[in-house]
């Protein structure tokens, strides 16, 4: 990533210097990584891609704004981001109506039974809707920092630059969310089909929805 | 610390927070010791050891083609909007013009004065989002624009963009990012602890709370302001009378834009 940078900001620059392509040149170099941080967060493609579109059509009005203190991506990445997290906020607001359970079937529309996937390209999408799914009972600010650190590979301290928070708090959402996301993926977690029956998790280590939402215990730190 | 453990076990969040190396030494110990002598437990913290690989082998597929130009349009259109609204439309600038740095001669300040009083009569077409206002007096208007000053080509539309005899449009004040607290703060008054009533009580709803985020959207709510002249911003004041913090919202997205302290 980081060799790319110098023709990033160089693309930047032509943007703010009136250059009518070069920002959708930029986008389209790392669209598909914005694509992926977007779903990953969102699960929904209709919300994530809505998602992406604010978030760029803003970065391109801010553009003048970026002082390249941070990588282009770095950048582009929090505006992305935010918007996700502004979207699942919204989203855990109106899930905490009751929702009748199949509402967990929708994104893909796969059946979310695991062992109903026998090939391996419906073993991805059927593990990839089990992962998303319980994602998305995490807290966002959790689920954004296991999306950054675990899925995309992002180190602490990247992830930190682009949550604008602390690297100790980007690790305790990681480790809080991979705690919460355990039970949640059942025959999906690590190991799981070794067992032959998955032991009850204790209850405190289960999230508590109703007092993690809508303010977070970590947003002391924002 | 004894017994640490209820039942027996650790719960996974702590055997996540061991695995993060988050634990304070003394409970770092005493789980490490626990482990030793736990099946369950070694069990629960090995599948959180490999939760990120599972989480990592969660492959994406590159964004599709109907995203992909739908995003394309979208950038095309906002390029389109840039390039219309930079050069050749007239710009009644809002009320802070004047302590913003001057970047227009002495002959487009004077277009721009004539530009101004024309948009006392007839529209004139503003770069950037504005609305049009109805009723109210042209002097006002003529007032409160009367040091406008201006984009790059001020003189060249005082003509155009004409919207017709009756219609007055409203200007929204213009802040920049670079300048933005000392741009924001005459819009706020300390003293008062309030917002400066601006004109135009209709463009206090254009951009409702609706279309903010409801959590960002906890303090006093004030006036839209144009940021860089492109991106049309609700301001918030939150904080303790003495210390008010000014941030902008984007109407579009919700996102903030920009905040300033200002403090008596």
Known sequence: ???????????????????????????????????????????????????????????????????????????????????????????????????????????????????????????????RDAVLTALRELAPEQRAALVLVDMEGYSVNEAAQILDCPAGTVKSRCSRGRAQLLPLLGAWAPGAADRAVMEPIPAEGRPNRTASRPSQPEQEVT | MPAPYGRDHATPQQLSDLLEGLLPPAEDATLTTHLGGCERCRGVRDQLNDLPAVLASVSIPPMPTAVASRLDDALAAESQRRADSSGTSPVVVPLDSARRPARNDRARR??????????????????????????GGADSSGAATSDAGGNDDAGAGAEAGAAGPTDRRATVPDVALDSFAADVRPLYDERAGDFVQLRGGDEARRCSANDLRAETVTGDVGPLVLVDRAELARLVATGPARSRTITAYSCASGEKIASARLRR
């Not at chain 1, 003048?64 to 990588?71: L, M, N, P, T, W």
């Not at chain 1, 967990?104 to 390209?121: C, F, W, Y």
């Open chain 1, 1 to 127: 990533m980081a060799d790319r940078e110098p023709a990033d900001r160089e693309l930047m620059q032509r943007h703010v210097d009136g250059d009518p392509d070069a920002f959708g040149e930029l986008v389209s170099r790392h669209r598909d990584r914005l694509w992926a941080v977007a779903l990953r967060t969102l699960r929904d493609p209709d919300e994530a891609a809505d998602a992406l579109q604010d978030a760029l059509v803003s970065a391109f009005r801010r553009a003048g704004s970026y002082r390249g203190d941070a990588a282009v991506t770095t950048w582009l990445h929090r505006i992305v981001v935010n918007a996700c997290l502004d979207r699942a906020r919204r989203q855990a607001v109106r899930r905490a109506e009751p929702l009748p359970d199949n509402d967990h079937h929708g994104a893909t529309g796969l059946s979310p039974t695991p062992r109903d996937a026998v090939e391996s390209v419906a073993e991805d999408t059927a593990r």
């Open chain 2, 110 to 135: 004077w277009f721009a004065g004539v530009a101004a009083a024309a948009a006392a009569v007839v529209g004139v077409s503003v770069a950037g989002n504005v609305w049009t206002q109805g009723g």
